[in-house]
């Protein structure tokens, strides 16, 4: 998938976006540490617990039918924030508020949080966590792993129904089944529902996958590294029917990938990341024409271009990712930045740039 195509593809949507309104995910100064085991010589000789940064300090905003790409290396804590968004993981400090609701304090059944004004006033833990299952949902990158080869299509579907107590007859349950399926791309539903994975391709796998989710009708997905595990040649496809869906259905979507190319393909806005921070954040085509920090930069310039004759330059990194348990000083890039100078090692950049296209670097100017 080359940048030409996504752009293409990417123009030809502008119409398809939904108008801004309000944020649906706030981030707040998100911090998710690891404390690692402490072994006895550590214990020992006192010192301190050595901890992973996997998220350090990340801000950002979605709004409503936006979809977010997070962009990073393995290691640089675009899956962790995806954990913590639906309460997988508890943050070590910072907020996530999900349409008004702390999810912290949701995820550990302190709270309940319903749509808009639908609060119910007592609901068991239990039934507080559900809440926010089901209107946030995650799309796992292994289609392979997250389905049960003993159940059926329709099993595996309608299995979220019967958790989240939401259909009253049978008729109901083949009915949000079938518009489910059949949203996702696998039509005539009644084809699909008595088979097992195993006898399904690994598109028509995610396909279902993404069935499990919509069956719930949520108003978030998170989709972790999604197209990761499926043939070039349907990635694309797949790609757009997320794309529509939040067309469809107004789903709002945080996507995690490591591959710029597929977020420059259906994404409103990029954040990309390095080392637990977000070194650069605006909307995606901007980025793609004009990224401004270095490492983005050297990211772009090894996405594939359409045309061998107007191949642009290849930025290669040196070295490799530092130890998120022993962070670089000042800026975490510097050990390999080619424009490092002797500022970037002690002063932490803050975010510079112009309208809401910003970069974390001592470079960029207002
Ligand atoms: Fe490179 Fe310095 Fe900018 Fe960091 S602050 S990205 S080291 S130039």
């Known amino acids: 998938m080359t940048l030409e195509i996504f752009r293409n593809f990417s123009d030809s949507q502008q119409s398809q976006r939904l108008p801004d309104s309000q944020p649906l995910l706030q981030i707040q100064h998100l911090r998710k540490y690891f404390p690692l085991p402490q072994g006895i010589g550590r214990a020992l000789l006192r010192k301190p617990r050595r901890i992973v940064h996997a998220v350090d300090d990340v801000s950002f905003n979605i709004q409503k039918g936006e979809i977010l790409a997070l962009v990073g290396e393995s290691g640089s804590g675009k899956t962790t924030i995806g954990m913590n968004v639906l309460g997988l993981q508890i943050p070590t400090s910072g907020k996530i508020i999900f349409d008004g609701c702390n999810i912290a304090e949701w995820a550990q059944g302190r709270m309940p949080c319903g749509k808009g004004t639908q609060i119910p006033e007592k609901l068991s833990s239990r039934q507080q966590i559900l809440s926010l299952r089901r209107r946030a949902q995650m799309i796992f990158q292994d289609p392979y792993e997250s389905l049960n080869p003993r159940?059926?299509?329709?099993?595996?579907?309608?299995?979220?129904?019967?958790?989240?107590?939401?259909?009253?007859?049978?008729?109901?349950?083949?009915?949000?089944?079938?518009?489910a399926l059949e949203d996702s791309g696998l039509t005539p539903a009644d084809h699909f529902w008595e088979r097992y994975p195993d006898g399904l391709s690994g598109g028509q796998r995610q396909r279902v996958v993404i069935a499990g989710a919509l069956v719930l009708e949520p108003e978030l997905i998170v989709a972790d590294e999604p197209v990761s595990m499926l043939d070039v040649s349907?990635?694309?496809?797949?790609?757009?029917?997320?794309?529509?869906?939040?067309?469809?259905?107004?789903?709002?979507?945080?996507?995690?990938?490591?591959?710029?190319?597929?977020?420059?393909?259906?994404?409103?806005?990029?954040?990309?990341?390095?080392?637990?921070?977000?070194?650069?954040?605006?909307?995606?085509?901007?980025?793609?024409?004009?990224?401004?920090?270095?490492?983005?930069?050297?990211?772009?310039?090894?996405?594939?271009?359409?045309?061998?004759?107007?191949?642009?330059?290849?930025?290669?990194?040196?070295?490799?990712?530092?130890?998120?348990?022993?962070?670089p000083s000042g800026c975490r890039f510097h050990p390999r930045c080619p424009f490092a100078f002797a500022d970037c090692k002690v002063i932490d950049p803050p975010y510079a740039g112009s309208g809401d296209h910003l970069a974390a670097c001592l470079l960029v100017k207002e």
Not at 162 to 168: D, K, P, Q, V
Not at 293 to 310: D, F, G, I, K, Q
């Open 234 to 327: 349907i990635r694309a496809e797949f790609l757009t029917l997320l794309l529509n869906l939040r067309h469809t259905r107004g789903i709002t979507i945080l996507y995690t990938t490591h591959d710029l190319a597929t977020a420059g393909f259906f994404t409103d806005r990029m954040a990309v990341m390095y080392l637990g921070r977000i070194v650069e954040i605006g909307p995606t085509q901007e980025i793609l024409a004009n990224p401004r920090h270095p490492y983005t930069r050297a990211l772009v310039s090894v996405v594939p271009a359409p045309n061998p004759r107007r191949r642009r330059e290849r930025v290669i990194l040196e070295g490799e990712v530092p130890n998120p348990i022993d962070l």
């Open 151 to 179: 159940q059926t299509v329709f099993q595996i579907v309608a299995e979220p129904l019967e958790i989240h107590g939401l259909t009253s007859s049978w008729e109901e349950k083949e009915d949000r089944v079938r518009k």
